[in-house]
Each structure stands twice: as C-alpha cells, then as structure tokens.
C-alpha cells in the first residue's frame, strides 16, 4: 500500500520553465524511498511540490497529481499539507540559528511532554539543550531539525539532502538515527540526497531523477546492481580499474539509455 504517490506531475517556474516533467513516484506505507540524483535534477522541486512550497518561488504544478493516503493535495499550501501529517525537513534553514537547541524545539510545540520525548529520542540534543543552534555541528543540527520535524507526528517525513556538507561518518552516524527512528514509530519516509551508496543502505525503494525526469526505479538491490548507477553516483568502475566520480568526470556518457 503506498501512503504518497505522484502521478505525471510537471512543475513549471514562471509558467515557462519546466523543472521537473512526468515524474511518478510511489512511496509505500512505513518504508523509507529514496530519491536520488545530481544538483538541478529536480529533487528538492519535487519534495516542495508535495508540501506546498512551490508558491513562494513563483512556480505550481502544471499538469498531473499527488495523492497522500487516497486524498488529491495538488496545490494545497503548506500549512494543510502539514495537517494532514506530512513534514519537511528542508535542504538549507534548517533551524532557528540564534535560538539555543531548546527554543528550537519549543518553537514547533508548547508542549513539554513533546520537548522531553525529543530529548529521550536523541539524547545528544539533550546535552546541547542551552547551546545556541547556530554553533552545532552539521550533524548536530541535522538531528535537530529531524527531531523538530517529528514533533509534529507526521505520518510522512520529506527529508531534502541530509547527507549535505556532512563527513562520511556522520552520515552514517545520522543514517543509523534515522532508521532507528523509522522503525519506532513505523514511520514513512521520502529521503532525497546524492549520498546513493548511504542512502540506499537504509532505503528500500529507490528513484534516480534527472534533468526533471525519472530515470531509473526499483528496490535498493536493484539500483546498487546497476552499472551506470554504481559508476556515477557511487564512483565505482565497472572493472576497467578507472573510478569514475561526479567530480573527476568531465562529460557523462552513459553506456545505456535511460527513457526514450
């Protein structure tokens, strides 16, 4: 059973700029999917069409549809997309950087009770309580803002780009977090980023969007199995011993189309 899922949706900027077209994606129910792909393929579009946040940058969806638990939410702004109980966690602003760890929590919720069972979640946060956001480290202030976002009991958790400016260890260390926090509460997750080897390690669906499309779908095993996959997002070759990376490549030529 899928709790979201994007029908043929087209976004235009400016009514003129198409950003992202026919993009389908499923997201099942207490799973976590991964959408992944380079910058400007249309990611984070994607995630602010779903929480309605296309307004502010002067852009809407044009033709197609996203459904959240069987209800059409197509343009609905953000403050009824999160009632319905989907949050965001979004790529940059992430908190409050001049209020301490606790104001930030008590900025989304007057309740306590809530503040306390963020600090029981990640009790990391509860050592860094009175320090000021803005002095946390990457990491830290990921958990943060995950942990702001769950304070809404969202039944669907967006998260744009958590892998972004984070050392490896980090990642994994947040990844860890994140699936722990998953599986508590049989929570559904869409989890974009460029990290695929990170991502795909928790994930177990998977989407590869560029220049606005879908590219490639299938389960996690299915996308680590996949050669161009493997060799330009995880920058391993295909045996010829030559690593080929996002950076050191200067012209992607892929062996094998992607659509038509």
């Given at each position: 059973m899928n709790l979201l899922e994007l029908r043929q949706v087209e976004v235009a900027y400016n009514k003129v700029a198409t950003?992202?077209?026919?993009?389908?994606?499923?997201?099942?129910?207490?799973?976590?999917?991964?959408?992944?792909g380079p910058n400007g393929a249309g990611k984070s579009t994607t995630l602010k069409a779903i929480s309605g946040f296309l307004r502010g940058e002067n852009a809407e969806v044009v033709s197609g549809e996203?459904?959240?638990?069987?209800?059409?939410?197509?343009?609905?702004?953000?403050?009824?997309?999160?009632?319905?109980?989907?949050?965001?966690?979004?790529?940059?602003?992430?908190?409050?950087?001049l209020l301490s760890v606790d104001e930030n929590l008590r900025a989304v919720s007057m309740s306590s009770s809530d503040?306390?069972?963020?600090?029981?979640?990640?009790?990391?946060?509860?050592?860094?309580k009175v320090k000021t956001a803005g002095y946390l480290s990457g990491g830290e202030k990921q958990l943060l803002a995950i942990a702001m976002a769950l304070?809404?009991?969202?039944?669907?958790?967006?998260?744009?780009e958590l892998s972004l400016?984070?050392?490896?260890?980090v990642v994994s260390s947040v990844l860890k977090e994140l699936l722990k926090i998953q599986k508590m509460f049989d929570l559904t997750?869409?989890?974009?980023?460029?990290?695929?080897?990170?991502?795909?390690?928790?994930?177990?669906?998977?989407?590869?969007i560029e220049d606005g499309h879908i590219v490639f779908a299938g389960s996690a095993s299915e996308l680590l199995a996949h050669g161009d996959i493997m060799e330009f997002y995880v920058g391993k070759s295909d045996g010829s011993g030559d690593e080929r990376t996002y950076r050191n490549?200067?012209?992607?030529?892929?062996?094998?189309?992607?659509?038509?």
């Open positions: 950003a992202i077209s026919a993009v389908s994606i499923e997201v099942p129910v207490a799973k976590i999917t991964a959408l992944l996203i459904v959240f638990d069987g209800k059409k939410i197509t343009g609905l702004p953000p403050y009824e997309v999160s009632k319905l109980g989907i949050s965001l966690v979004p790529e940059r602003d992430k908190v409050f950087e503040v306390q069972d963020a600090y029981e979640l990640f009790p990391l946060l509860k050592n860094l304070m809404s009991k969202p039944r669907l958790l967006l998260i744009d400016g984070l050392a490896p260890i997750i869409l989890l974009v980023d460029q990290n695929a080897l990170s991502v795909l390690k928790i994930a177990e669906m998977g989407y590869i490549v200067k012209q992607y030529r892929r062996k094998r189309r992607w659509w038509g």
